[in-house]
């Protein structure tokens, strides 16, 4: 089974500021890697998939990238609204999974 | 618009049952794997169960199998989840998720909270 790592567990960051964010896979997953957001209360959210392609209305200021097993979130601008949780989840192999989170608060 | 909408979460025994629905709209039903995925209070997401678009293949995480039953009633656009011999770890929030291409959840329900308690 495929254990992905996130680290560090929360950034901190002032809105304008770009934020990369970073998952590991434990083997390589090619690019069968998605990243989620979720704020407090509510479910998460689809943003990337396949490590660099965005999901339907998700805004520009989000990409992804990497393949094997390092790869990265970056949100260019950091906007009050993306202040959340973001979750790696990886497709590579069966079982499917997710990371631990990295949670992005404001500095 | 897509829309997922799960009932059927509450308090249970350990040892007990229930069964969650999820009730999908805004897109063709059958067409399309879903999934649950669980959520502990304060915890990261852990994913449950798979079912094919028409049913019939399932797949679940080792920690559920031999417990939980996911299944679909494609006339009804309803996924079901049929936990049994819950225990208190088994307590989160259930999501259920339509699943794109393979195993990417595009789209996610608001969740229903699941207590296993004495």
């Known amino acids: 089974e495929i254990v992905l790592t996130q680290s560090p567990a929360t950034l901190s960051f002032s809105p304008g500021e770009r934020a990369t964010l970073s998952c590991r896979a434990s083997q390589s997953i090619s690019s069968f890697l998605a990243w989620y957001q979720q704020k407090p209360g509510q479910a998460p959210r689809l943003l990337i998939y396949?490590?660099?392609n965005r999901a339907t209305g998700i805004p520009a200021r989000f990409s992804g990238s990497g393949s094997g097993t390092d790869f990265t979130l970056t949100i260019s601008s950091l906007e009050p609204e993306d202040f959340a949780v973001y979750y790696c989840q990886q497709r590579g192999s069966w079982p499917p999974s997710f990371g631990p989170g990295t949670k992005v608060d404001i500095k | 618009e897509v829309q997922l909408v799960e009932s059927g979460g509450g308090l249970v025994q350990p040892g007990g049952s229930l069964r969650l629905s999820c009730a999908a709209s805004g897109f063709t039903f059958g067409s399309y794997a879903m999934t649950w995925v669980r959520q502990a209070p304060g915890k990261g997401l852990e994913w449950v169960s798979t079912?094919?678009?028409?049913?019939?293949?399932?797949y679940y995480a080792d920690s559920v199998k031999g417990r939980f039953a996911i299944s679909r009633d494609n006339s009804k656009n309803t996924l079901y989840l049929q936990m049994n011999s819950l225990r208190a770890e088994d307590t989160a929030v259930y999501y259920c998720a339509k699943v794109q291409g393979a195993t990417v959840f595009d789209y996610w329900g608001q969740g229903t909270l699941v207590t296993v308690s004495s």
């Open positions: 396949d490590a660099s």
């Open positions: 079912i094919s678009g028409g049913g019939g293949s399932t």
